[in-house]
């Protein structure tokens, strides 16, 4: 697989193979999250797309149509606006119905933009009324009844939460993504246009059915908060859901698989495998009386909250957990932001060598990285576990002139990421030095 990508936020230009373990190395701030982030919105969007694609007409509409409902009631009373109960009658089959049944694009038009100015005449806040156009917009695009308008759907859905309404660079109002996958034949490909997602483009059959975004540990000692937590579709949607907190979709999803846990047998053989009760000294479950999460301390002899658990332990017991509710598998990616967070440069290296030996049994596994250990050790285990021609090293790098960043192949030369990455230490060895220049 490749991902190009063409000035999206942070990012001019890039071009990433995904065949096995890719490394991003680069300094903060250089875009290697964004290239995250991307890949998960289309990932996720493509393969809520092939689930929708299964549904009829009516069983997609129905969702959108309930978006627009739920955002109504929250900013109107359907009983001091007697064109409330016109426009958007109940109960809501009531409205679809009629939608399903037309099939001149004029009358559709027609319907639907009776609501716009139905809202355009409301005193609220242009914001407001923004939300209500896409929403609008997303009950156009479902009574489109294709594959592309699905996805278009669901790429903007994933943007506007991962990215927070600005997914184009500030050098340019038109962005492009494109996804091959190991069939030549087969692509999604997306263009954007002032933040917004303009066309999109797919061949073939071949997709990913799912994508994990990691970026702490920490997680899990607050897996309950972000349970409860909103995205920002449902932020924007559920008056309600104003009340909670709000993360991004892949903030959610992770929650929700790490949660699953609860419902699947205790993994022993997946543990075994990877070495991970060994190096955690225990394994994380749920109680099955209390349903909380716990670490079970083989050490120890006994249960303890994730709060009282060292921060390198929760990292691998995140594998432990995607492990054991499959979450991450052959046609699943994994994608981990900067790993050696919370991680002693020893336990650096067994990360490494874990990492490694899931993308050998076939998990494609996307890392972005600072550190010069964590890098060493991809290259170390790669070459033990004989991994060297499916693992790829790029570098992030921010451009003078531009300010943004251009992502490159440096494969065959290790050399420039260490030489980066290892510059702020080299400027500080010489203690002799600083104490010459002093005051």
């Known amino acids: 697989m490749k991902l190009k990508i063409r000035n999206i936020n942070k990012i001019k230009t890039a071009d990433i193979k995904l065949d096995g373990l890719t490394v991003i190395a680069g300094a903060n701030s250089s875009g290697k999250s964004t290239v995250g982030k991307l890949l998960f919105s289309m990932v996720k969007s493509q393969a809520n797309a092939e689930f929708l694609n299964h549904q009829s007409k009516e069983e997609k509409l129905r969702k959108r149509v309930e978006e627009l409902y739920k955002r109504a009631n929250g900013c109107f009373s359907r009983y001091d606006d007697a064109e409330f109960a016109e426009i958007l009658p109940l109960p809501i089959s009531r409205f679809i119905a009629p939608l399903v049944e037309l099939t001149d694009k004029e009358e559709i038009k027609q319907r639907l933009g009776k609501i716009s100015s139905w809202i355009e005449s409301k005193d609220i806040s242009p914001r407001i009324k923004s939300l209500f156009s896409q929403?609008?917009?997303?009950?156009?695009?479902?009574?489109?009844?294709?594959?592309?308008?699905?996805?278009?759907?669901?790429?903007?859905?994933?943007?506007?939460?991962?990215?927070?309404?600005?997914?184009?660079?500030?050098?340019?109002?038109?962005?492009?993504?494109?996804?091959?996958?190991?069939?030549?034949?087969?692509?999604?490909?997306?263009?954007?246009?002032?933040?917004?997602?303009?066309?999109?483009?797919?061949?073939?059959?071949?997709?990913?059915?799912?994508?994990?975004?990691?970026?702490?540990?920490?997680?899990?000692?607050?897996?309950?908060?972000?349970?409860?937590?909103?995205?920002?579709q449902e932020y924007q949607t559920r008056p309600m859901m104003t009340f909670r907190g709000m993360v991004p979709i892949h903030i959610k999803d992770l929650a929700n698989k790490l949660h699953a846990l609860q419902m699947?047998?205790?993994?022993?053989?997946?543990?075994?495998?990877?070495?991970?009760?060994?190096?955690?000294?225990?394994?994380?479950?749920?109680?099955?009386?209390?349903?909380v999460l716990k670490f079970f301390s083989e050490r120890m002899g006994m249960e303890l909250s994730p709060i009282n658990i060292a921060s390198g332990i929760k990292t691998f017991g995140m594998v432990q957990i995607l492990l054991e509710t499959q979450v991450i598998g052959n046609d699943k990616i994994l994608i981990w932001d900067e790993?050696?967070?919370?991680?002693?440069?020893?336990?650096?290296?067994?990360?490494?060598?874990?990492?490694?030996?899931?993308?050998?049994?076939?998990?494609?596994v996307i890392i972005s990285t600072h550190s010069p250990y964590f890098v060493q050790g991809i290259r170390y285990f790669s070459a033990k576990h004989d991994l060297e021609t499916f693992t790829?090293?790029?570098?992030?790098?921010?451009?003078?002139?531009?300010?943004?960043?251009?992502?490159?192949?440096?494969?065959?030369?290790?050399?420039?990421?260490?030489?980066?990455?290892?510059?702020?230490?080299?400027?500080?060895?010489?203690?002799?030095?600083a104490r010459r220049n002093r005051n």
């Open 135 to 232: 929403d609008i917009d997303n009950i156009s695009i479902a009574l489109g009844d294709s594959k592309a308008a699905d996805i278009a759907s669901e790429v903007r859905v994933f943007t506007e939460s991962e990215f927070m309404n600005k997914i184009c660079s500030y050098k340019t109002k038109e962005s492009k993504a494109k996804l091959e996958y190991d069939n030549p034949n087969s692509f999604l490909s997306l263009e954007f246009a002032d933040d917004l997602i303009n066309q999109v483009y797919f061949e073939g059959d071949d997709y990913l059915s799912d994508a994990t975004y990691v970026e702490s540990p920490l997680y899990l000692h607050i897996l309950d908060t972000l349970l409860y937590a909103a995205t920002y």
């Open 264 to 291: 699947v047998p205790s993994g022993k053989e997946s543990q075994s495998e990877y070495g991970l009760s060994e190096l955690m000294g225990g394994c994380f479950a749920f109680d099955k009386d209390s349903k």
């Open 339 to 364: 790993p050696e967070n919370h991680l002693h440069p020893q336990w650096q290296v067994a990360f490494a060598e874990l990492l490694v030996k899931l993308a050998k049994r076939g998990i494609p």
């Open 392 to 433: 790829n090293y790029y570098l992030a790098e921010e451009e003078e002139d531009s300010r943004l960043s251009v992502i490159h192949d440096v494969k065959d030369d290790l050399n420039q990421i260490f030489s980066k990455l290892a510059a702020p230490l080299n400027a500080i060895m010489n203690v002799d030095e």
